[in-house]
């Protein structure tokens, strides 16, 4: 019951989020509202990808990590990829490589040699600026991700 409960909370979050943007720009539409919400959440197992053959699969610890490269994906045509390296050592998990939409790097100023911090949360992973630790991409649990999508609904 607790976890539907957190389900809930995560999608009005996320609502109240994308309106927030919507009501910023009178000009926006509800299309391109629901477009900024699905620029800025993706799924752990779509989204995080260790550099290396790390036996702790799409996991990352907590702490500030470094942009050490971003680049398009030429197979993922809009989705960029950054190469992340933890600021402190933590030995051979500390380096992953992070998808995530065109826009989010664009909107986000994020670039090599920027510092951004990986924060878990029960639902996902949030990446935000170190320095203002604004967030930029939420990695959401696969499982919370899939019940975030939406679906028609016939009548």
Not at 1 to 22: D, F, P
Not at 118 to 147: C, I, Q, S, V
Request: one cysteine or more; aromatic letters at 8%; a neutral charge.
């Amino acid at each position: 019951m607790a976890h539907h409960a957190n389900r809930l909370a995560l999608a009005a979050l996320i609502t109240c989020g994308v309106a927030a943007s919507a009501w910023a720009d009178p000009a926006s539409s509800a299309s391109s509202a629901s477009s900024t919400a699905s620029q800025s959440v993706g799924s752990i197992s779509g989204s995080i990808q260790r550099s290396s053959n790390s036996s702790s699969g799409n996991t990352v610890a907590e702490g500030d990590y470094r942009i050490i490269e971003v680049a398009d994906v030429a197979e993922q045509p809009g989705t960029m990829r950054m190469k992340l390296q933890a600021v402190k050592d933590i030995g051979a998990d500390g380096e992953f490589y992070l998808y995530v939409p065109h826009q989010v790097v664009e909107q986000g100023r994020l670039a090599a040699g920027a510092v951004v911090t990986a924060r878990n949360k029960p639902y996902g992973m949030e990446f935000a600026h170190a320095k203002t630790l604004k967030g930029f991409f939420m990695a959401l649990k696969d499982d919370w991700y899939r019940e975030l999508q939406t679906r028609p609904v016939s009548l």
